[in-house]
């Protein structure tokens, strides 16, 4: 199984929600591998945080330049960092550590940078490299005010390239939104696929606090994106 996690902005738990997805695969027993193909803002070592999570929430022993292939110190939008260094992301080397990765797991968790149509290069988006993957894509919803037009314009660009909405993942990142829960019942009954799990409000969340939150079962049997 592979799955491309995104959201309907950045700090809306993407990580959390992958190294979750990681660790529950790997207590069923699956070899399970993060990766992170794009990442804006490195430590000086050329180390991102979110990665270095995701290498350490799966039980499949990779190196971190397959995880993370392409990294910038920069915490700016990926395309821009990129350019900073004079560098240009490009497909080719993301697809190559994907594989790589994919040949020895289970499940491949991919974690995205930012939301789903944010830019990689002057003319490829995040979208582009899901359908250069084919990859079927979880939604992480960051559950604040604004969330059900950000949500909604998200699953209209996933469908709109024709890949497979495998689920999404309320996550309150807003301790104090009104109606929350009206607002959840309005995104499920807007968006065709499962509700994987509502995870409330942590002051400073971890995978502890979100096992068992997340129906993994509804990710079984997912369906592939049609040629």
Not at 197 to 222: C, I, K, M, Q, W
Request: a negative charge; one cysteine or more.
């Amino acid at each position: 199984m592979k799955f491309f996690v995104t959201g309907t902005d950045t700090g809306v738990g993407k990580t959390l929600i992958s190294c979750t997805l990681l660790r529950g695969f790997s207590a069923r027993g699956q070899r399970a591998v993060g990766m992170k193909p794009v990442a804006a803002g490195c430590d000086a070592d050329g180390h991102n945080e979110d990665a270095l999570q995701l290498q350490a929430a799966g039980n499949v022993a990779a190196e971190y330049g397959q995880i993370n292939p392409y990294c910038f110190v920069p915490a700016t939008a990926p395309h821009l960092a990129a350019r900073h260094h004079g560098v240009t992301i490009r497909f080719s080397p993301i697809v190559q550590s994907f594989r790589e990765l994919a040949a020895k797991a289970d499940v491949v968790v991919v974690e995205g940078a930012g939301g789903f149509r944010v830019p990689l290069n002057d003319e490829q988006d995040s979208a582009d490299l899901v359908a250069e993957l084919g990859m079927p894509v979880i939604l992480v919803v960051g559950m604040r005010l604004g969330c059900l037009n950000h949500a909604l314009l998200t699953v209209d660009a996933i469908t709109a390239r024709g890949l497979v909405l495998a689920g999404w993942v309320a996550n309150v990142i807003d301790a104090g939104m009104p109606v929350l829960q009206q607002n959840i019942d309005t995104l499920q009954q807007r968006i065709a696929a499962p509700l994987l799990g509502v995870v409330p409000h942590f002051a400073r969340p971890d995978e502890s606090d979100v096992a068992g939150l997340l129906d993994l079962d509804r990710l079984y049997n997912t369906g592939e994106p049609p040629d």
